[in-house]
């Protein structure tokens, strides 16, 4: 595979880390990562932000009169991966709630976790650069289409000054602004429900559909793609439509409950758990898959150190070449197993035991942060299994404590998500960072310089993540459904790992639905298979289909809906599969407002904790939305029309 010579060569050196650039790193971490904590806790999913932080550090970087490529590129590098740490946290800590360890996000110990786990990430990731990108030559699709946006981007800046990038930001900006005012509408004032869904009892069981009132779960499946959100949708499908009547007619309905409330009891008491199981079988299935080519990797690995060890250092690195040397690895790793093995003899009462638990992260980690470099050079980090190594990670580190500790031990749940807590931050920090750093090698950009602004995208996002869960845990809830807050963020990781570990340590699951679930599992990777050796376009990703039967279907629906957006959108400009890049940065805008706002209309209510005298929800209308969701539906069907205008005439456009 060739590839194109870098924009800027290894002989000529630019500004990279420059005031202006860390200033607007920082700030972009921040922003990306606290809508990142949203929507993961609100759908279940994650998407990458590379692209919308490119886009928005050109055109603020635009305004001053001395900035460069590079510049953009350490600011997408940082801002990016405060947004991957985001899905690392959400996926995980909200469980140490779940299971009764905290009774809120406790800050320090948070902030610690994330840290250490996002160094790991970075640190672990930097001896796989050369062996993934410079000699495998993975594919790493959404570094490949950051650098293309970048480099579009500077040619436009030569030759005109603002024209397309001035476009593009226009266009993240409007979308920001419509999806941070339909959330005011729903959130805030309370016009409209957030859903629309409903169910009919028909003889022993019930009939259930619905559909999420959500711009940026339109925003999601534009992103993904038609193929994944219909994947995703065919889990819910099969969790609704199928698993829920049947269960209904071979056990009847909960007692005292019919219509919507039935559907809701037999989904979150029973169906939610054969998701569990296929999740399982999913994550079991992508470490199987994965052994050989990240030993390969490694592999590769070896034979490059060897190879410069044997040619004595004599010969210079050049710029584009220069990675933070193994005493910037070696030193920043050891240090970081100290707060860790401090937070683990904390949590089980024991320092052999905190050591242990340490060694046992620390192994995890790399292994699971190699995995997940390598998947996104495969497949893209927004594709990447994290959900799946990190249940594997779990499960492994709960049946190993359960040796030392007994089943019922009360610190049993929390000692197993605290490691997994750790490792599943590595694996999102570990397909990240390999993305950005195929961004800079295919602009010429100094990789060390890189390195070190990931670690100040992790620290950036470790420092303002509490903070955002703990305004969202605030305003709507996280997890079950309580008094105070009816309908929370469901939290569809966090959950998961929550049962998991309470499982494990005597609370029990329903053991014949996650068996169902994960034969189910089996049945969807021997499909897969089938498919690939068919050589079709069309799979079924095993994880995937596990999460559309453990969502809402409500979500899956929204998903999907935004999905058949895109592809209307491409068949309308007739590129074929290319998606619309002012498309996609207009999705971007939708997911950014309507977590923002999301997350500033919890600020009122945290301050009534502190002065109750304020007055909860100032912003509020009405108790109850008068109208329902009708109302929602019609604003979200018009921001649905924007989106597939914006991609359409972009395409069209050629942009």
């Known amino acids: 595979m060739k590839e194109d010579r870098p924009v800027v060569p290894a002989s000529v050196s630019l500004p990279e ?49 001395q900035s460069n490529i590079l510049e953009n590129n350490i600011v997408q590098t940082a801002a990016s991966s405060g947004e991957a740490l985001a899905a690392g946290v959400i996926f995980t800590i909200p469980a140490l709630l779940l299971v009764g360890y905290w ?62 990038a001035a476009g593009d930001f226009r266009a993240l900006f409007s979308a920001a602004v419509l999806g941070g005012a339909v959330k005011f509408g729903e959130s805030g004032l309370r016009l409209w429900t957030e859903s629309l869904e409903g169910a009919a009892t028909v003889g022993r069981t019930v009939l259930y559909a619905g559909m999420n009132l959500s711009p940026a779960l339109l925003a999601v499946g534009f992103i993904i793609g038609l193929h994944t959100a219909v994947v995703v949708v065919l889990g819910g ?31 979150s008491g029973q169906i939610r758990y054969v998701g569990i199981g296929a999740m399982l079988t999913g994550g079991l299935w992508t470490l199987t898959r994965l052994r050989e080519p990240v030993w390969r990797s490694l592999q590769t690995l070896r034979a490059g150190y060897k190879a410069s060890r044997s040619s004595g250092g004599g010969a210079a690195v050049a710029r584009t070449e220069q990675d933070a040397s193994l005493t910037w690895i070696a030193v920043p790793f050891a240090l970081s197993l100290v707060p860790m093995a401090w937070i683990y003899s904390t949590v089980v009462n024991s320092a052999a035991l905190g050591l242990l638990m340490t060694v ?12 997940a470099a390598y998947m996104a050079g495969l497949v893209g980090s927004s594709s990447n299994p994290v959900s799946g190594v990190t249940i594997a990670t779990i499960m492994l580190a709960a049946l190993l404590l359960v040796l030392f500790m007994g089943a019922g031990h009360p610190a049993g749940p929390a000692a197993a998500l605290v490691i997994g807590a750790v490792v599943c931050c590595a694996a999102a920090m570990g397909g990240d960072n390999l993305q950005d750093l195929k961004t800079g090698h295919l602009l010429g950009a100094t990789p060390w310089k890189q390195q070190v602004m990931q670690v100040v995208g992790v620290v950036t996002g470790a420092a ?74 069309f799979r079924l990703p095993v994880l995937a289909v596990a999460l559309g039967v453990y969502l809402p279907l409500k979500l899956s629906a929204a998903i999907f809906a935004g999905g058949v957006i895109a592809e209307l ?6 590129r074929g599969d290319e998606p619309s890049r002012r498309g996609l940065l207009f999705a971007a805008g939708l997911i950014t407002g309507e977590a923002l706002t999301g997350i500033l209309l919890a600020v009122p209510i945290a301050l009534t904790a502190l002065w109750p005298g ?14 329902g969701g009708w109302p929602g539906l019609l604003v979200v069907a018009l921001a649905g029309a924007a989106l597939y205008r914006v991609a359409v005439s972009s395409e069209q456009s050629g942009r």
């Open 464 to 537: 303002v993540l509490v903070p955002v869960l703990a305004l969202l845990q605030a305003k709507y809830g996280i997890g079950e459904p309580t008094a105070a807050h009816p309908h929370p963020l469901s939290a569809p990781q966090a959950t998961l790992m929550a049962s998991l570990t309470r499982s494990v340590f005597g609370a029990g699951l329903p053991w014949p639905l996650v068996g169902l679930g994960a034969a189910i599992g089996v049945l969807v990777i021997l499909a897969d298979r089938v498919l690939e050796r068919r050589g079709s376009d």
């Open 614 to 627: 304020l007055g909860a929800d100032p912003f509020t209308l009405f108790d109850v939305p008068p109208f």
């Open 569 to 574: 959108a491409k068949r309308a400009a007739g």
């Open 103 to 164: 009774s809120a996000f406790e800050y320090w110990p948070t902030v610690l976790i994330a840290t250490v786990g996002g160094l790991l990430g970075v640190l672990f990731t930097i001896p796989l650069r050369r062996a993934l990108i410079v000699t495998a030559r993975l594919r790493f699709p959404e570094g490949v289409a950051t650098a293309e946006v970048l480099k579009v981007a500077a040619a436009e800046r030569d030759r005109a000054g603002s024209g397309e």
């Open 17 to 65: 880390i420059t005031f202006k650039a860390v200033v607007l790193s920082v700030f972009l971490a921040a922003v990306l990562a606290a809508a990142n904590a949203y929507l993961g806790l609100f759908a279940g999913m994650t998407v990458s932000a590379s692209i919308p932080a490119a886009v928005a550090s050109m055109a603020i970087l635009r305004l001053f009169r």
């Open 360 to 371: 046992v992260m620390a192994v995890a980690a790399f292994l699971f942060s190699s995995v």
């Open 237 to 267: 499908v099969l969790g609704w439509l199928i698993l829920m009547p049947a269960y209904g007619l071979l056990q009847g309905l909960p007692p005292d409950k019919t219509g919507l409330a039935a559907a809701m009891a037999i989904w």
